[in-house]
């Protein structure tokens, strides 16, 4: 079909390979739907939330609390998110998945596994079962979106802390760790491990500070803590990278392992999935690590301006679609991507042909 689809294109009123990415994402669409006129008309935002114990080790501007905060404003419509995704005519999904919020939020489905991760720079984040069950979350709720007729999901999130574990998923599955000889021992306190003999060899260029960004807004000196905390919980959890699911359970979070799903199960449905952020692409990258065929489903939406998620593009084949210097998450990059989805659907049905022009292909 996608030879068909590429056909098709060569043949519009155009030079070939003019219209650039929206060539590749219409037969790429083609592909997964099995027409060369695919379509995006039923959209969807699925927005992840959970909380995180590393937290407590002071790697955020904002306390955990104000993720059910934003989970409570996800629900009235008033997240950017929600406002982007009016404009393009997407429904938005908000799952509890893991938050530390008591009882349920009126508007958001509850699927909690459990009431936030524990603290990764200590011991593991979750169990293997619990990332398990996050994962059947996100399952669960494509498959719902599947029989609802949805053709693309955005991936969304909420979780203060979270782009933490981000980061530490980038370094393992990526290999940018830092040398044994400056690792951060597990005893050393959070402040030695950001500003002892392991800051010191992470400001002289380690690989693993450099996919450390500034998720809600730290300064210098806290990146360089945020590095260490990182720094200490993969020597503390000695994840294996051959096992994507033990990855996940000692280093991610809730709500990652949640879009993990949503990522697998749209591989099983051929459901075409836009990637945001650093959080987005982290899930969408240990889905890879578990299912490689998965990234067939995958456009990566924007560039964020963390600096892990370039590379986990990198790592899974992505080009970003869109580079408008964001880092908000919830999804708002993937949302701003869906008309470019929508503009290459309407192309390749609504343009005309050399044929219709009564002339050769050129």
């Known amino acids: 079909m996608m030879q068909a689809a590429k056909e098709r294109w060569d043949f519009l009123t155009k030079p070939p390979g003019s219209l650039g990415k929206l060539e590749e994402i219409g037969i790429r669409l083609a592909g997964l739907q099995g027409t060369v006129f695919p379509k995006v008309d039923k959209r969807a935002v699925v927005v992840m939330c959970g909380d995180h114990g590393v937290t407590e080790e002071g790697v955020s501007a904002f306390?955990?609390?104000v993720t059910g905060l934003?989970?409570?404003?996800?629900?009235?419509?008033?997240?950017a998110v929600n406002v982007l995704a009016r404009q393009m005519s997407s429904d938005v999904l908000v799952?509890?998945?893991?938050?530390?919020?008591?009882?349920?939020?009126?508007?958001?489905?509850?699927?909690?596994?459990?009431?936030?991760?524990?603290?990764?720079?200590?011991?593991?984040?979750?169990?293997r079962e619990e990332a398990e069950q996050a994962i059947a979350v996100g399952v669960?709720?494509?498959?719902?979106?599947?029989?609802?007729?949805?053709?693309?999901?955005?991936?969304?999130?909420?979780g203060i802390g979270n782009t933490t574990p981000s980061?530490?998923?980038?370094?393992?599955?990526?290999?940018?760790?830092v040398p044994?000889?400056?690792?951060?021992?597990?005893?050393?306190?959070?402040?030695?491990?950001?500003?002892?003999?392991?800051?010191?060899a992470l400001a002289n260029g380690s690989t693993l500070l450099q996919l450390v960004g500034r998720g809600t807004g730290i300064d210098d000196e806290k990146v360089l803590h945020k590095a260490g905390v990182i720094e200490r919980a993969i020597e503390v959890n000695q994840?294996?990278?051959?096992?994507?699911?033990?990855?996940?359970?000692?280093?991610?979070?809730?709500?990652?392992?949640?879009?993990?799903?949503?990522?697998?199960?749209?591989?099983?449905?051929?459901?075409?999935?836009?990637v945001d952020g650093v959080i987005a692409a982290a899930a969408a990258l240990v889905a890879v690590k578990m299912q490689s065929q998965a990234k067939e489903i995958l456009f990566a939406s924007h560039l964020s301006?963390?600096?892990?998620?370039?590379?986990?593009?990198?790592?899974?084949?992505?080009?970003?679609?869109?580079?408008?210097?964001?880092?908000?998450g919830e999804g708002t990059g993937a949302v701003l991507a869906m008309p470019l989805l929508e503009a290459s659907c309407r192309l390749v049905e609504e343009m005309a042909t050399f044929a219709d022009l009564g002339l050769d292909k050129p």
């Open 70 to 79: 934003m989970m409570q404003n996800f629900a009235n419509g008033k997240a």
């Open 140 to 158: 669960e709720i494509v498959e719902q979106l599947h029989q609802q007729g949805v053709q693309v999901v955005a991936l969304g999130e909420m």
């Open 305 to 328: 301006q963390e600096p892990a998620h370039l590379v986990m593009l990198q790592e899974m084949g992505l080009q970003p679609l869109l580079t408008l210097d964001m880092r908000l």
């Open 239 to 274: 994840p294996d990278a051959s096992d994507p699911l033990d990855v996940l359970a000692k280093l991610g979070g809730l709500e990652i392992a949640g879009l993990v799903g949503v990522v697998l199960g749209a591989w099983e449905r051929k459901i075409a999935v836009l």
């Open 167 to 177: 980061a530490a998923l980038a370094a393992v599955f990526t290999s940018k760790s």
């Open 180 to 200: 044994e000889s400056s690792r951060a021992t597990s005893e050393g306190s959070a402040k030695d491990a950001g500003h002892g003999k392991a800051g010191t």
């Open 95 to 127: 799952v509890d998945v893991g938050s530390r919020v008591e009882g349920e939020v009126p508007g958001v489905i509850s699927r909690k596994v459990r009431q936030g991760t524990a603290n990764f720079a200590k011991g593991p984040a979750m169990s």
């Open 63 to 65: 306390p955990s609390e």
